[in-house]
């Protein structure tokens, strides 16, 4: 017989990093991510140079950069169903293809503005299907705590590529001229294709449902955001981010009304990605996994009271110091990814990983535009401080739910007598 009663499972055994490299499956994910997360950065940068170059607008510069990222949630929304609906590789590779012909016809093909930013969004409406199928594989062949480290390695990997691909398309871009570099870029992506087709098993499809795509993405989105725990879960991983994101949106403004030295801006911009390098590798090698979900909350904290202190105008040195320190704050999600896991419907894995994705990238997207607008008001130092209040205000509220109902995150297990 059935009952409802609930069990928690115990926070599984410690692993190293070196176990999880051990799975090849997740090696050959995780190396392509590396290059497909550098030919990201350098078209996005190369993209939004020659944007700028051609048009002198630093508006139509701005939607290019953003062009890749704001459409995803759309995209999660209308197909997310496919990461589960569609063979794991059929979908990686088409992701890496497209997305190389995308940035090949970018740099072999001069298209009106227009047709340039319609291009890049439609590979944008299309990533969450292909990220999703990724982080499901990632979720089948890495179990307990090695799943955990397997996402931080991730986010290690996004990180570092990230700073690398902007400062290879500036180099590129500096030395060939921005149409190099977005061949660059297609050549890195096709290679990645190659690479998922001739190494990675073929898989089939996770979900037995039937019917058209976008019915079946409407219907899981449904299911996912009427489930308490799972949009609980999903808001603390998005609103402190986009914060964040809100911050480091003013950085440049900051910095030029403060008066620092040319260039000092791009030193401080690098300043969140680096704490979040340096967090992950702490949290993730140093903390055991009860460790790392007990700090959830304090870290969430720390994402947003560095930025506090930004109401009072601080100097080039400790503002760089504060950022680090937010960015370090950005390794909570580590601790909510066993909760995570566990609360997913089987049938929509791949859509909630994607879901989760173009979530955190188009909140990213909003809060620069949100508190940009605020700040006119409050002055870009007092903009920054109060998006360092909604972090704050995120951890209250985990303590709040979690103390209310401290049984949130279980689901009920099946016992048989």
């Not at 692993?15 to 995780?30: D, G, I, K, M, S």
């Not at 392509?32 to 944007?51: E, N």
Request: hydrophobic share 55%.
């Amino acid at each position: 017989m059935t009952t409802d009663s609930f069990t928690r499972a115990a926070p599984a055994a410690r692993t190293a990093y070196r176990q999880v490299f051990a799975e090849p499956r997740f090696r050959l994910l995780f190396l392509t991510r590396v290059l497909g997360v550098t030919a990201d950065s350098l078209r996005i940068v190369t993209f939004s140079a020659l944007v700028f170059a051609g048009t002198g607008s630093p508006l139509l510069s701005a939607l290019a950069f953003g062009a890749g990222f704001l459409p995803q949630i759309l995209g999660s929304l209308l197909f997310g169903s496919l990461a589960d609906r569609l063979p794991p590789r059929v979908l990686i590779v088409g992701g890496y293809v497209l997305e190389g012909v995308a940035a090949a016809l970018l740099a072999l093909v001069r298209m009106p503005i227009g047709a340039s930013l319609a291009l890049v969004s439609v590979v944008a409406l299309a990533t969450p299907a292909f990220s999703g199928a990724a982080s499901r594989l990632v979720a089948r062949w890495l179990t307990g705590d090695a799943y955990v480290l397997g996402r931080s390695l991730n986010n290690l990997a996004s990180s570092g590529a990230q700073l690398f691909g902007l400062a290879l398309g500036g180099t590129v871009v500096a030395a060939m001229g921005p149409r190099a570099a977005l061949a660059l870029g297609a050549v890195i992506y096709f290679l990645c294709a190659a690479a998922v087709r001739l190494r990675l098993p073929r898989l089939t499809a996770e979900s037995g449902r039937s019917g058209g795509a976008v019915r079946g993405s409407l219907q899981g989105m449904g299911t996912l955001m009427r489930d308490r725990v799972i949009r609980r879960l999903l808001f603390a991983q998005w609103l402190p981010s986009a914060f964040v994101a809100g911050a480091e949106g003013l950085i440049i403004a900051y910095a030029d009304g403060r008066g620092f030295p040319p260039g000092s801006y791009a030193v401080l911009m690098a300043c969140p990605p680096v704490g979040m390098l340096l967090g992950d590798l702490v949290v993730g090698r140093l903390l055991r996994p009860a460790l790392r979900e007990r700090l959830v909350v304090p870290l969430i904290a720390l994402m947003g009271l560095p930025l506090l202190a930004f109401a009072g105008d601080p100097g080039r040195p400790l503002a760089a110091g504060l950022l680090l320190l937010a960015g370090c704050g950005f390794a909570n999600g580590l601790g909510l990814q066993r909760e995570f896991l566990a609360a997913l419907p089987a049938q929509d894995q791949g859509q909630a990983f994607g879901l989760l994705g173009s979530g955190n990238m188009t909140l990213q997207g909003l809060g620069p535009v949100c508190v940009g607008a605020l700040a006119g008001v409050l002055g870009t130092g007092g903009s920054m401080a109060l998006s360092g209040v909604g972090p704050l205000l995120t951890a209250a509220w985990i303590v709040s739910w979690r103390r209310a109902e401290p049984a949130e995150g279980l689901r009920p297990q099946p016992l048989s007598s």
